[in-house]
């Protein structure tokens, strides 16, 4: 059983040289419940045009879910700096103008916002394609960690699954054994009704029948609970199956209340209708888990 959970984080790191430059990398990838495929990345602004890049990879293995992801460059600190010449040569022009000041020193002057600046990394056509590698691959990997952090949850929610699928089976066939009894429970109210009405009545005998079997018809849940066990064996059959069944479990979930639903309103038997309303809070459970699964 491959069930994958739809929530999930996983994280890569490395370190890279490109000529002179000297970088860190880092890829985060996130994942929460989603009815489609929903992939947002924030990437450095100098590889924002290959966003289309890491959703394709992204997509191969992933199949429904909303997905957050960023990659992060940090360069080495110790890069090169460059003065500000312009500014400086301005600002030696207005000290050398003022009188009775003392004039700024090279220390005061150097630490002005903006004369010394942390020169900006550019990477040409060549060296820009090459990160781009690396960081795929390194997203990649940050893919196939995040769905084996998936699979593990998932796993867990097949237990929870299965788990419900057992209570809902015992429900039904609970259901089912008390229904046998039901026609026969059925047939003496109606007796006992017709004989009462015919005391202060009259009607034809074949009105009367058409009656008898409307009524029989309207509150036979046979249907219902054969319905019910087919529902089950396709939910056991489609969690075997594991991988990208989340979207059927979930109608599967939908038809289950259905039948509880008209389960519960065409009984006739308290004890039915009690397990009917059982089997809805079960279902209900049921759903809840599934939201989660791709």
Same mark, same amino acid.
């Given at each position: 059983?491959?069930?994958? $959970? ?6 890569? $790191? ?14 985060? !990838? %996130?994942? /929460? &419940? ?17 966003? &289309? ?14 997905? $957050? ?13 460059? +003065?500000?010449? =312009? @500014?400086?040569?301005? !600002? ?5 103008? *003022? ?29 820009? *394609?090459?990160?781009? =590698? ?16 998936? @699979?593990?949850?998932?796993?867990? #929610? ?16 609970? #259901? ?5 009894? =039901? ?6 109210? #109606?007796? %006992?009704?017709? &004989? ?6 009259? /009607? ?14 309207? +509150? ?11 529902? #089950? ?32 309103? %065409? ?5 039915? +209708? ?5 089997? %809805?809070?079960?279902?209900?459970? !049921? ?5 989660? /699964?791709?």
């Amino acid at each position: 059983m491959n069930i994958f $959970s739809m929530t999930g984080f996983a994280r890569t $790191s490395g370190h890279c040289e490109l000529g002179d430059t000297n970088f860190d990398w880092v890829c985060e !990838l %996130k994942s /929460v &419940n989603g009815k489609n495929f929903d992939f947002k990345i924030k990437l450095p602004y100098e590889m924002e045009q290959f966003s &289309n890049v890491f959703k394709s990879t992204a997509q191969k293995y992933f199949g429904r879910g909303t997905f $957050s992801a960023f990659v992060e460059l940090n360069f080495d600190k110790s890069g090169k700096v460059k +003065v500000n010449q =312009e @500014l400086l040569n301005m !600002l030696l022009n207005i000290a050398s103008k *003022m009188t009775n000041v003392a004039q700024p020193t090279a220390g005061e002057l150097l630490a002005i916002p903006g004369v010394v600046e942390q020169e900006n990394f550019s990477f040409d056509e060549e060296q820009l *394609m090459q990160l781009t =590698e690396l960081l795929q691959l390194g997203f990649e990997d940050c893919c196939k960690k995040l769905q084996n952090d998936r @699979l593990a949850e998932g796993e867990k #929610i097949g237990v929870a699954l299965q788990a419900l699928l057992q209570k809902i089976k015992v429900i039904v066939e609970k #259901i089912e054994l008390i229904a046998q009894n =039901e026609p026969q429970k059925i047939a003496e109210r #109606i007796r %006992k009704q017709i &004989n009462d009405f015919l005391a202060e009545n009259t /009607v034809s005998e074949e009105r009367l029948a058409q009656e008898i079997v409307f009524l029989v018809n309207r +509150v036979d849940i046979r249907e219902e609970i054969d319905r019910l066990k087919t529902h #089950i064996i396709t939910a056991e059959e489609l969690l075997s199956q594991g991988k990208n069944v989340g979207r059927r479990l979930d109608f599967l979930c939908q038809e289950f209340n259905r039948e509880a639903n008209t389960t519960c309103s %065409k009984a006739w038997q308290v004890e039915i +209708v009690n397990l009917a309303m059982e089997l %809805k809070t079960i279902v209900e459970q !049921l759903r809840e888990q599934v939201q989660n /699964v791709e």
